[in-house]
């Protein structure tokens, strides 16, 4: 789809790659972006950006954005949450709960809500933010990988499920990227405006999927090739 007079939910608008995504898409010529966060007055006042109340976690939040936004062609579930620590600890169960319930279930109900405003409109978009954690899991982001291959599975078969409609359907994989989610972590980071510019790329290039950084590439050219050297090895 092309982003020139498309009308845009970001979630997760307030900052970091979500904040990038309305920076970008204003820049492309997106005729109204709905900026989604928990607290609107986050959300810094520009032309053509409408701050929308919405904590993808509230099922009453969500009916309410629907109501406020008819007009979406593209929706982007950017909204997700990290915690650091593996699935024996103490705390795992609960950690695993909050990682499902913001970077799946969210994203399911958020897709659910939509796929019928989108059909209406012409079929339009639908961009899942996902992670290289889709396909690669270790002991510092166990509950969290975990999530997001819940969510590129979740994608996969909205894909189909909407094709009917047509509603293309990209999923966004990526590795660390310069935000807050990332502030304590020693590792390379792409800049978001870099990967959001790579994923709008594909999206009007009319793709499926985008590997957004060269890490991330590897790694899926590494799964194509069944060469799980990457894995941390075992004593």
């Known amino acids: 789809m092309k982003i020139a007079n498309a009308v845009v939910l970001v979630t997760?608008?307030?900052?970091?790659?979500?904040?990038?995504?309305?920076?970008?898409?204003?820049?492309?010529?997106?005729?109204?972006?709905?900026?989604?966060?928990?607290?609107?007055?986050?959300?810094?006042?520009?032309?053509?950006?409408?701050?929308?109340?919405?904590?993808?976690?509230?099922?009453e939040d969500v009916a309410s954005a629907v109501a406020q936004a008819p007009d979406v062609t593209l929706v982007i579930n950017n909204a997700g949450i990290a915690q650091t620590g593996g699935f024996l600890a103490e705390d795992s169960e609960a950690v695993a709960r909050r990682m499902f319930e913001t970077n799946f279930f969210a994203v399911l109900r958020m897709s659910k809500a939509f796929a019928p405003v989108l059909a209406a409109n012409g079929g339009g978009g639908l961009l899942n933010v996902l992670s290289i954690a889709s396909w690669v899991n270790g002991s510092e982001l166990a509950a969290y990988s975990a999530s997001k291959s819940a969510?590129?599975?979740?994608?996969?078969?909205?894909?189909?499920?909407?094709?009917?409609?047509?509603?293309?359907?990209?999923?966004?994989?990526?590795?660390?990227?310069?935000?807050?989610?990332?502030?304590?972590?020693?590792?390379?980071?792409?800049?978001?405006?870099?990967?959001?510019?790579?994923?709008?790329?594909?999206?009007?290039?009319?793709?499926?999927?985008?590997?957004?950084?060269?890490?991330?590439?590897?790694?899926?050219?590494?799964?194509?090739?069944?060469?799980?050297?990457y894995l941390p090895q075992r004593a």
Not at 14 to 23: D, H, K, S, T
Not at 34 to 59: C, E, F, T
Not at 156 to 182: I, P, W
Request: aromatic share 4%; net charge neutral.
């Open 12 to 59: 997760g608008a307030n900052r970091g790659i979500g904040q990038a995504f309305v920076r970008e898409l204003l820049a492309r010529g997106a005729r109204k972006v709905y900026a989604g966060s928990r607290d609107p007055a986050n959300i810094s006042p520009q032309a053509g950006v409408h701050p929308l109340r919405l904590d993808v976690n509230k099922p």
């Open 151 to 229: 969510a590129w599975s979740l994608t996969n078969s909205l894909r189909y499920e909407l094709a009917a409609q047509k509603t293309q359907v990209l999923g966004l994989h990526m590795a660390f990227v310069d935000t807050d989610l990332t502030r304590g972590l020693d590792a390379p980071k792409s800049s978001p405006a870099d990967i959001v510019s790579r994923t709008l790329d594909a999206l009007e290039a009319g793709l499926d999927e985008v590997l957004a950084d060269d890490l991330t590439q590897q790694v899926k050219r590494g799964l194509a090739a069944d060469r799980l050297s």
